[in-house]
């Protein structure tokens, strides 16, 4: 953080109280400063926050609020900024309190399997922290070696993995949350499970960052698997490919990763940092994984690689060693990242479809690719159904902006109408506000707003996200070329 | 007589007068009401909100001893009717479900299709899915399945002014809106009655095998050193359930410390772990194996211990509770050892069992009633000193306020509250039912 800088606006009152809570040093809130908290990894709005408050501690980020309230300025709470549905994004004079320097780990206990963090430790450093000594931290978001377990906590965030071993919400056992009153409470004391009264733990997580700010997590830690064997398959017809996934669900095998892209992402990924050499005429890969007690996965892998040439698989083979099997997952979780090397915009998308679907709903996304078009690249976690198309546009292009929102709305459209959902893991955000109408009736966010009430009765905390606002219809602010070094996700170079 | 204010709601055939006004375990009504769809329900609930009548909610009626400090309400709506699949979806593993669904069965149903639902609570064949997720109960394979929250993904709920709300999905994996379906696993029906419930399944393991591990008397040091062995070893136990010696000896015959080991996965797999534990073995201890039938069946058999609503009797000696025990995993180990020793000194007798690596407790009793009121503050100020709590799941009514049937207040309280007066602002539904008097 460059505080040389020559200061050319003064402190206001507001500013100079949050100053006086954290130091001076610790508030960002000239205009320079803030340009880069104006948006998220979702780039297609943004909006200037008053200030940036840097908290060290619960007490600090409870003051912070005990503040905020008094002057009712409304605030957010930011992680690392890799959101992709604008949680951490400001309408506009929200003050940020990033927790970004909040990256201890308080606690370790592997005899009982937990292990307690700050909110800004970052995701993959807890599985290399404890990796020596066999264990890790399950949920692994692509961006996990920059997203925060705060963020994991307020987006639910998932990944590759979680076929087998579930999301956030099933490894968070314990939080200390500040609430929007300042007070602070602790739920699931110690990581106990089933504490007696409502479940506010799983209310919390996935709550977007608008029922209180997480403070510290206690988590669930895992054994390191005996072993592991990962399986490519290539395919010429993309049907093929859904008709495998289904059957080796059929075949009771649960892989811990069941990994689908279309021919547009192979282009995407071999063209940028970590190419595998997959042949370019295919219609998709899966990227397969199974792991467990050794003497177990064979027998899997064998039935694995039945069921992908019973159904016309044109190549399928199993990783020779951990470096090929590094550079598949490299290459596969490079995915939204290297989009950037074949089209200059992008958007990302996150529905849920029933497994089952798969074939039809990949067709009626060609079609509304024909509609608009623009190309759609498919990345997914097809195990469990969660679809990322990739929107793919040029913004300088006038309209294609609001075409791209369009079509990703329209994919998401698609996959409610199957009976899924439009959202498996990024959050709803600003983004897909509208879209929750979609698959809830006004009644049943009603509901879900009621209950935001009893935490954030003023609506100061993260205000205007996860709901449809009155009025809403779809606005897009232009993601320039010029504002590129401040996204998130090309800066980053790496997707899911 | 039935109420004539009832008139008209539903047909007379689904409503009477309740003729077990003095139920030992409380949570009746005066009126009866069967509910055999979810329009019922919520015809019921829309009556009784805008009239103000409390409604005490039943299905299997196995956990009617669970929470409760009002004898009666107006209406026990009974759901045990109100049963059956709406659908299952083979290929994606999900199934959805009327609440009055006994366990049994659904699993008897999901068999033919090689799958099941990974929730292994007590008493299948009279517990309901909805009973079960309303009171969270669970069984010592949720160390590797883990519990309702983690299988429910998608709810229909009929909220006490009558409206139905969805919650979650229909598909495994869904971030949209907040998690509402959490608030009403183990909400004891306090928030709105669960009219439909989709719940995530897995296919039925190839192979499952049963080491039992029985430890000489005293060997506490022991187990606990080969469970902290076993959970840092490569074997992933699906249980790791401690039986104390009473237990065990109706489980095995043996009147021992046992340690239940279950492995469910590809035969291979499941042989080799069994040899980790062989070639682990404490200094006297002894390990009997069962494999695939014979281990379904003792776990059949497992189920069917503690109170399950319908067995207490008139006998003041014989009064029954039932506590869960929640703890960090391995003081599990250490509440089995007081759970015993306060047996004695309380002159109560106790058959228990714990998952050493998920940290409940379940602690079935018999004795006197002021026995087990004495024996339960015992267990409780000991269990808290680790932080732990103890909640009752069965106790007879008279008891309950006496014990306690949740503990302390949590220090956030009042978001339950609000949680509640959100949701239900007239108090009708479960009133007193649960923690803190909600
Ligand atoms: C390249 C790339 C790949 C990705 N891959 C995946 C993936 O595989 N799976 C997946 O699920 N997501 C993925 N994401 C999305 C994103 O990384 C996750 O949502 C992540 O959890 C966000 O963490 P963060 O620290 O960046 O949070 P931020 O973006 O800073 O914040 C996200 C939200 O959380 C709130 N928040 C942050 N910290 C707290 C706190 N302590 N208390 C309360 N609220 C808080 C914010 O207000 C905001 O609403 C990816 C993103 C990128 C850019």
């Given at each position: 953080?460059?505080?040389?800088k020559?200061?050319?606006?003064?402190?206001?009152?507001?500013?100079?109280?949050?100053?006086?809570?954290?130091?001076?040093?610790?508030?960002?809130?000239?205009?320079?400063?803030?340009?880069?908290?104006?948006?998220?990894?979702?780039?297609?709005?943004?909006?200037?926050?008053?200030?940036?408050?840097?908290?060290?501690?619960?007490?600090?980020?409870?003051?912070?609020?005990?503040?905020?309230?008094?002057?009712?300025?409304?605030?957010?709470?930011?992680?690392?900024?890799?959101?992709?549905?604008?949680?951490?994004?400001?309408?506009?004079?929200?003050?940020?309190?990033?927790?970004?320097?909040?990256k201890?780990?308080?606690?370790?206990?592997?005899?009982n399997?937990?292990?307690?963090?700050?909110?800004?430790?970052?995701?993959?450093?807890?599985?290399?922290?404890?990796?020596?000594?066999?264990?890790?931290?399950?949920?692994?978001?692509?961006?996990?070696?920059?997203?925060?377990?705060?963020?994991?906590?307020?987006?639910?965030?998932?990944?590759?993995?979680?076929?087998?071993?579930?999301?956030?919400?099933?490894?968070?056992?314990?939080?200390?949350?500040?609430?929007?009153?300042?007070?602070?409470?602790?739920?699931?004391?110690?990581?106990?499970?089933?504490?007696?009264?409502?479940?506010?733990?799983?209310?919390?997580?996935?709550?977007?960052?608008?029922?209180?700010?997480?403070t510290?997590?206690?988590?669930?830690?895992?054994?390191?698997?005996?072993?592991?064997?990962?399986?490519?398959?290539?395919?010429?017809?993309?049907?093929?490919?859904?008709?495998?996934?289904?059957?080796?669900?059929?075949?009771?095998?649960?892989?811990?990763?069941?990994?689908?892209?279309?021919?547009?992402?192979?282009?995407?990924?071999?063209?940028?940092?970590?190419?595998?050499?997959?042949?370019?005429?295919?219609?998709?890969?899966?990227?397969?994984?199974?792991?467990?007690?050794?003497?177990?996965?064979?027998?899997?892998?064998?039935?694995?690689?039945?069921?992908?040439?019973?159904?016309?698989?044109?190549?399928?083979?199993?990783?020779?060693?951990?470096?090929?099997?590094?550079?598949?997952?490299?290459?596969?979780?490079?995915g939204?990242?290297?989009?950037?090397?074949?089209?200059?915009?992008y958007?990302?998308?996150?529905?849920?479809?029933?497994?089952?679907?798969?074939?039809?709903?990949?067709?009626?996304?060609?079609?509304i690719?024909?509609?608009?078009?623009?190309?759609?690249?498919?990345?997914?976690?097809?195990?469990?159904?969660?679809?990322?198309?990739?929107?793919?546009?040029?913004?300088?292009?006038?309209?294609?902006?609001?075409?791209?929102?369009?079509?990703?709305?329209?994919?998401?459209?698609?996959?409610?109408?199957?009976?899924?959902?439009?959202?498996?893991?990024?959050?709803?955000?600003?983004?897909?506000?509208?879209?929750?109408?979609?698959?809830?009736?006004?009644?049943?966010?009603?509901?879900?707003?009621?209950?935001?009430a009893?935490?954030?009765?003023?609506?100061?905390?993260?205000?205007?996200?996860?709901?449809?606002?009155?009025?809403?219809?779809?606005?897009?602010?232009?993601?320039?070329?010029?504002?590129?070094?401040?996204?998130?996700?090309?800066?980053?170079?790496?997707?899911? | 007589?039935?109420?004539?204010?009832?008139?008209?709601?539903?047909?007379?055939?689904?409503?009477?007068?309740?003729?077990?006004?003095?139920?030992?375990?409380?949570n009746?009504?005066?009126?009866?009401?069967?509910?055999?769809?979810?329009?019922?329900?919520?015809?019921?609930?829309?009556?009784?909100?805008?009239?103000?009548?409390?409604?005490?909610?039943?299905?299997?009626?196995?956990?009617?001893?669970?929470?409760?400090?009002?004898?009666?309400?107006?209406?026990l709506?009974?759901?045990?009717?109100?049963?059956?699949?709406?659908?299952?979806?083979?290929?994606?593993?999900?199934?959805?479900?009327?609440?009055?669904?006994?366990?049994?069965?659904?699993?008897?149903?999901?068999?033919?299709?090689?799958?099941?639902?990974?929730?292994?609570?007590?008493?299948?064949?009279?517990?309901?899915?909805?009973?079960?997720?309303?009171?969270?109960?669970?069984?010592?394979?949720?160390?590797?399945?883990?519990?309702?929250?983690?299988?429910?993904?998608?709810?229909?709920?009929?909220?006490?002014?009558g409206?139905?709300v969805?919650?979650?999905?229909?598909?495994?994996?869904?971030?949209?809106?907040?998690?509402?379906?959490?608030?009403?696993?183990?909400?004891?029906?306090?928030?709105g009655?669960?009219?439909?419930?989709?719940?995530?399944?897995?296919p039925?393991?190839?192979?499952?095998?049963?080491?039992?591990?029985?430890?000489?008397?005293?060997k506490?040091?022991?187990?606990?050193?080969?469970?902290?062995?076993?959970?840092?070893?490569?074997?992933e136990?699906?249980?790791?359930?401690?039986?104390?010696?009473?237990?065990?000896?109706?489980?095995?015959?043996?009147?021992?410390?046992?340690?239940?080991?279950?492995?469910?996965?590809?035969?291979?797999?499941?042989?080799?772990?069994?040899?980790?534990?062989?070639?682990?073995?404490p200094?006297?201890?002894?390990?009997?194996?069962?494999?695939?039938?014979?281990?379904?069946?003792?776990?059949?058999?497992?189920?069917?211990f503690?109170?399950?609503g319908?067995?207490?009797?008139?006998?003041?000696?014989?009064?029954?509770?039932a506590?869960?025990?929640?703890?960090?995993?391995?003081?599990?180990?250490?509440?089995?050892?007081?759970?015993?020793?306060?047996?004695?000194?309380?002159?109560?007798?106790?058959?228990?069992?714990?998952?050493?690596?998920?940290?409940i407790?379940?602690?079935?009793?018999?004795?006197?009633?002021e026995?087990?009121?004495?024996y339960?503050?015992?267990?409780?100020?000991?269990?808290?000193?680790?932080?732990?709590?103890?909640?009752?799941?069965?106790?007879?009514?008279?008891?309950?306020?006496?014990?306690?049937?949740?503990?302390?207040?949590?220090?956030?309280?009042?978001?339950?509250?609000?949680?509640?007066?959100?949701?239900?602002?007239?108090?009708?539904?479960?009133?007193?039912?649960?923690?803190?008097?909600?």
């Amino acid at each position: 953080m460059n505080r040389k800088k020559h200061r050319r606006e003064k402190p206001d009152a507001v500013v100079q109280r949050l100053m006086n809570i954290v130091g001076e040093r610790e508030v960002f809130y000239l205009k320079e400063d803030l340009i880069s908290y104006e948006c998220d990894g979702y780039t297609m709005s943004k909006g200037m926050p008053k200030a940036v408050v840097f908290v060290k501690s619960t007490e600090h980020v409870s003051a912070v609020v005990r503040c905020l309230n008094e002057e009712k300025i409304p605030y957010i709470a930011r992680g690392a900024g890799t959101g992709l549905s604008g949680g951490a994004t400001p309408l506009g004079g929200e003050v940020i309190i990033s927790l970004v320097r909040m990256k201890r780990m308080l606690h370790l206990d592997l005899e009982n399997r937990k292990a307690v963090v700050e909110p800004g430790f970052i995701n993959l450093k807890l599985t290399q922290s404890i990796s020596d000594k066999g264990y890790y931290y399950a949920p692994d978001p692509s961006s996990q070696y920059a997203c925060t377990i705060g963020g994991n906590v307020a987006e639910n965030s998932g990944g590759a993995h979680c076929l087998k071993y579930g999301v956030t919400t099933n490894h968070i056992l314990g939080l200390e949350v500040v609430l929007p009153n300042g007070e602070v409470i602790e739920i699931g004391e110690e990581g106990i499970p089933d504490q007696p009264g409502y479940d506010l733990l799983g209310l919390l997580t996935g709550s977007e960052g608008t029922l209180g700010i997480v403070t510290k997590i206690t988590v669930k830690v895992l054994k390191n698997p005996e072993g592991k064997k990962t399986v490519l398959a290539y395919y010429d017809d993309i049907n093929d490919a859904s008709q495998a996934v289904s059957e080796i669900i059929a075949a009771g095998i649960i892989p811990a990763a069941l990994e689908m892209m279309d021919s547009i992402a192979i282009e995407g990924v071999e063209s940028a940092a970590y190419p595998v050499g997959h042949p370019r005429d295919i219609a998709a890969f899966l990227l397969i994984e199974v792991d467990g007690i050794a003497a177990g996965i064979d027998d899997q892998i064998d039935e694995i690689l039945t069921v992908c040439k019973h159904n016309n698989v044109r190549e399928v083979k199993v990783a020779k060693d951990e470096a090929e099997r590094g550079l598949w997952w490299a290459n596969r979780k490079m995915g939204f990242g290297a989009m950037g090397a074949i089209s200059p915009d992008y958007l990302v998308q996150d529905g849920v479809i029933p497994r089952t679907r798969l074939p039809e709903v990949l067709g009626k996304i060609a079609e509304i690719s024909k509609k608009y078009e623009l190309r759609i690249a498919n990345i997914f976690h097809a195990g469990d159904g969660n679809l990322h198309p990739l929107i793919l546009f040029d913004a300088s292009i006038p309209g294609q902006s609001e075409r791209a929102a369009k079509a990703g709305s329209e994919c998401l459209k698609v996959c409610a109408d199957v009976g899924g959902s439009i959202t498996g893991e990024h959050g709803v955000g600003i983004e897909k506000s509208a879209e929750m109408r979609f698959i809830f009736s006004d009644a049943e966010m009603t509901a879900q707003t009621n209950i935001r009430a009893v935490f954030n009765p003023e609506d100061l905390l993260n205000p205007g996200k996860l709901f449809p606002q009155p009025g809403q219809c779809v606005e897009i602010k232009q993601a320039g070329q010029g504002d590129r070094s401040t996204v998130p996700v090309n800066a980053m170079g790496r997707g899911d | 007589m039935i109420a004539s204010y009832l008139d008209g709601i539903l047909p007379k055939e689904q409503i009477r007068i309740n003729d077990e006004l003095r139920h030992p375990l409380g949570n009746g009504g005066l009126q009866l009401i069967e509910a055999n769809s979810e329009e019922d329900i919520s015809k019921v609930l829309a009556f009784a909100y805008s009239h103000n009548k409390t409604v005490n909610v039943i299905s299997g009626g196995t956990k009617r001893g669970f929470g409760g400090e009002n004898e009666r309400a107006d209406i026990l709506l009974s759901l045990a009717n109100y049963k059956g699949i709406v659908e299952h979806s083979v290929g994606d593993l999900t199934m959805t479900v009327k609440p009055g669904t006994t366990l049994k069965e659904i699993t008897d149903e999901l068999h033919k299709h090689g799958q099941r639902v990974a929730l292994d609570a007590s008493w299948p064949e009279l517990a309901t899915i909805g009973g079960i997720i309303a009171a969270n109960d669970s069984g010592p394979k949720r160390l590797l399945y883990g519990s309702a929250r983690d299988l429910v993904i998608g709810t229909r709920i009929v909220y006490p002014d009558g409206n139905v709300v969805r919650t979650g999905g229909k598909v495994v994996k869904n971030v949209a809106g907040y998690d509402m379906n959490k608030l009403f696993i183990g909400s004891m029906g306090t928030l709105g009655i669960i009219s439909e419930i989709t719940i995530k399944l897995r296919p039925l393991p190839k192979y499952e095998g049963l080491s039992l591990l029985q430890f000489p008397i005293g060997k506490e040091q022991d187990i606990r050193e080969f469970s902290i062995k076993i959970l840092d070893s490569m074997a992933e136990p699906v249980s790791l359930e401690i039986l104390n010696p009473s237990i065990a000896e109706k489980m095995t015959g043996n009147r021992q410390d046992t340690l239940a080991i279950s492995f469910e996965d590809r035969e291979k797999a499941v042989l080799d772990q069994e040899n980790w534990v062989e070639t682990h073995l404490p200094f006297g201890g002894e390990h009997v194996v069962l494999h695939e039938e014979d281990a379904r069946q003792w776990w059949e058999k497992f189920r069917h211990f503690g109170p399950n609503g319908y067995h207490d009797t008139e006998s003041e000696a014989d009064t029954q509770a039932a506590l869960k025990v929640g703890s960090n995993n391995l003081d599990v180990l250490v509440n089995m050892v007081a759970a015993d020793n306060l047996a004695a000194e309380h002159h109560v007798a106790v058959e228990a069992h714990g998952g050493i690596g998920h940290g409940i407790s379940r602690i079935y009793v018999k004795g006197l009633p002021e026995d087990i009121v004495s024996y339960t503050r015992a267990l409780r100020d000991k269990v808290k000193e680790k932080s732990g709590y103890v909640v009752c799941t069965h106790l007879p009514f008279i008891l309950r306020e006496a014990v306690g049937v949740w503990g302390e207040k949590p220090g956030y309280f009042a978001l339950l509250e609000g949680i509640k007066r959100t949701n239900d602002p007239k108090n009708i539904l479960n009133r007193n039912r649960f923690v803190g008097g909600i």
